[in-house]
């Protein structure tokens, strides 16, 4: 609408803003349907988006998977003393039963300290993590001086974070370091360091599990790499610097003498599979697709031998039917989906809601009106035909095995109901003799797991052929095109094309209204001009006669 500021009807009387009001409103009609049609659009865009999204995910998901051979390889482990390890089976794993045996668990390198509960004299002390390391350690552990103004003092040491590591990290600790940083130095160094103020110790442990995992603290400059933390009380050597290493950490309470059993060494899990022995540093096994994880060593029969259980591996028919009735689910839901927005009622009279007839209206009636136009969008689609087809045909199609056999879903047992049987948009859905799950045909013979138990190659090749038929031709739809982007089974473009030019035909029409609206008033104006030069004309007349107000 034009936003001109105008005076009108000064010298004729007439209302006519109201007048132009009245006109533009009639000729604005056809912006009115206009704007219904582009909102149809919009939702038929929104709905087709919708359904998009659930088909590409059938079509990645479900039909994805089934073509594949390796989803019907699936392998179930079962053991027989499930308190010594737990097991399971990828699809490489060979069907059979093997003995297991576990004969030792992974342990990490960890050190539980002893209590710190004296100072450096001797006397009774709580120590926390922020209490500085010089409260509870004599001067005598501090060989190096780092800072000749301060007088500030250091002892050197290496830590060597595992076994293979044969460099080791470089770790000063300063005498006016408090307990927590003694901690964070190490830490530093590649080992997992910590002290509780709660128990008032240090804990330390290797960030590997294993034998590998084996850490080592040394003096700095010790070439021999001699372990401080394995030393027993009495250590001595030729070197001050490292008889002074020694003390400071037998004074944190970090040496054997000090922990006692609390000094975990690290070690790897072993087990004896069908006679073989392997070794792990986790307590997890990756053997010919066997998945083990040790949880217990197992017990000794009277001659000192690790008694053994039985792991059996067998094809997991529960598994592979799981994923059948998985695919039959989902499908069931999408072409039962399709099928109802395909038959909808026709919404013919139904248009979408003004702003003043939604005034008119509550929240429930306008909800129920663009329900009815929204549930009809897709009423006889061309697009939605079209996959319909695909889906059905594709699902009805009979395919022969390498043994000559020909097999349909019929041949496993799953059907769709009789015309009359089934409810009225689920004439296309499938239902499997046997489920338990279907009150329908939960009393028939289960066909399908006993397909899967006992030929599974047969049943593997059909549900193969017929996935991948049907894979194959939504791929080809979902093709790019002049008509629709990749991934979209829709004309997703040519529809975005009519909204966009419904919104330029949108932008036309209101110029056309505002042009409309100047014109009528342009008439006006040049009314109330005329008129007023009639009153001036009628005016003078009137003076010279005396006539004159």
Known sequence: MSDR???????????????????????????????????????????????????????????????????????????????????????????GTQTLAVKQLAKTAYITGAKLDKNKDGNPTTVKASTKISDIVGDEYFTDTVNPETGLKATAFKVYKSENDTTGTNVIITSDMTMEGVAAAFEKAGINASFDSNTNRFFMSSKSEGQNGNFR???ATDTNKEDL????????????????????????????????????????????????????????????GLSITATKVSDKDAEGKYITTNV???????????????????????????????????????????????????????????????????RRDDNLRTLISTFKEGMSSSFKTANGTTYSLASFGINTLGYFEAADNEKGAYHIDGDADDPKTKGNTDKLREAITNNLEDTMSFFNNMAKGIYDKLGKLMARSDYRTFQSLYDDKALKDEIDKATKDLEKEDEAISEYEDKWYDKFAA????????NAKSNAIAGLFGTGG
Request: aromatic content about 8%.
């Open 217 to 219: 603290i040394t003096q």
């Open 229 to 288: 933390l394995r030393r027993a009380k009495g250590y001595t050597s030729d070197d001050s610097k490292a008889n002074a290493a020694f003390g400071l950490l037998d004074t944190l309470g970090l040496t054997r003498q000090k922990t006692g059993d609390a000094f975990i060494e690290g070690q790897n899990a072993k087990i004896e599979l069908n006679g073989a022995e392997f070794s792990s540093n986790s307590n997890l096994f990756n053997i010919n």
């Open 5 to 95: 500021l105008r005076m009108t009807g000064i010298n004729s009387g007439m209302d006519t803003q109201s007048i132009v009001e009245q006109l533009v409103t009639v000729r604005s009609k056809k912006k009115e349907t206009m704007e219904k049609s582009k909102t149809k659009l919009e939702w038929k865009q929104d709905a087709w988006k919708t359904l998009n999204s659930k088909l590409y995910s059938l079509y990645n998901e479900q039909f994805g998977t089934l073509r594949l051979q390796g989803a019907f390889k699936a392998k179930k482990a079962n053991i027989v003393d499930s308190s010594i390890a737990k097991v399971s089976a990828d699809n490489s794993a060979v069907n």
């Open 527 to 534: 009314m109330e001009k005329a008129m007023e030069k009639v």
């Open 312 to 378: 059996s591996t067998a094809t997991d028919v529960d598994g592979i039917y799981d994923m059948i009735k998985g695919f039959i689910t989902k499908y069931n839901e999408i072409i039962n989906e399709m099928d109802k927005l395909y038959n909808a009622d026709s919404s013919k009279g139904y248009e979408p809601l003004t702003a003043e007839e939604k005034d008119a209206m509550n929240d429930e009636e306008v909800e129920e009106w663009e329900k009815k136009i929204k549930d009809s969008l897709l």
